[in-house]
């Protein structure tokens, strides 16, 4: 049961230009969902979260968008810079407990 | 403040063997889980341990099971390992507070 999906493995953007991450969810429980951002042979480190009760969180260059009716969340990277390439993990946090989706892999093309 | 020191990062073994792995939360950290990441299946969760007490389970066999010490490091070992055992196992430490989840860099098994 894949309770968070990230339906596209990967995703390739230039640089400069937006970046959209999708996330879909089946379980409405929720504290938060949570991007993570990893690099090859490093563990996952924190980006961006968003809590059950807001619909937008903003960060830098980094804003998520929840959607609850439709269990769809977002991740908008603007602009998108090379350093950006990576994979990214959706997750959804309920109490100490965490799920992740299957991860996109962004390419950021200079 | 430290992050979250795994051990070893490297390491190779061969069928039927057991593997033993280790992980220091960030200090202050009491919640300690297990990740198993292998190409297209993303972060699987193995367990997550608090105060010393298993408090949630992935759908992973028994061969998989884990510990942590009063200390609040962990140990996660896996038994009788087949080849596909062979994955990053990450361990992630959890901030109460802000309920992010710290991750350290994994350890990369290899099963001949």
């Known amino acids: 049961d894949q309770q968070v999906k990230q339906n596209s493995p990967s995703l390739s953007v230039q640089e400069g230009r937006i970046s959209i991450l999708n996330c879909d969810y089946t379980?409405?429980?929720?504290?938060?969902f949570l991007w993570y951002k990893k690099y090859p042979a490093e563990g996952p480190t924190f980006l961006i979260s968003?809590?059950?009760?807001?619909d937008k969180n903003e960060d830098g260059r980094f804003t998520v968008f929840l959607n609850k009716s439709a269990k769809h969340l977002s991740l908008h990277i603007v602009p998108s810079q090379p350093g950006d390439s990576a994979v990214y993990f959706c997750?959804?946090?309920?109490?100490?407990?965490?799920?992740f989706g299957p991860g996109t892999r962004l390419s950021v093309l200079p | 403040k430290a992050g979250v020191t795994q051990t070893p990062r490297y390491l190779i073994k061969t069928r039927g063997q057991q593997v033993t792995l280790s992980c220091s939360p960030i200090?202050?950290?009491?919640?300690v889980s297990w990740y198993q990441q292998t190409p297209g299946q993303g972060l699987q969760f193995l367990f997550e341990?608090?105060?010393?007490?298993?408090?949630n389970k992935g759908n992973f066999p028994g061969r998989f099971s884990g510990r942590q010490f009063s200390n609040s490091r962990s140990e996660m070992n896996v038994s009788t390992l087949e080849l596909g055992d062979s994955a990053l196992y990450l361990c992630?430490?959890?901030?109460?507070?802000?309920?992010?989840?710290?991750f350290g860099e994994g350890s990369r098994l290899t099963v001949l």
């Open positions: 992630a430490s959890g901030d109460p507070g802000s309920g992010e989840l710290f």
């Open positions: 379980n409405s429980m929720f504290d938060y």
């Open positions: 968003i809590s059950s009760i807001k």
């Open positions: 997750s959804r946090s309920y109490g100490q407990n965490f799920v």
């Open positions: 200090s202050g950290h009491r919640s």
């Open positions: 341990y608090f105060s010393e007490t298993q408090r």
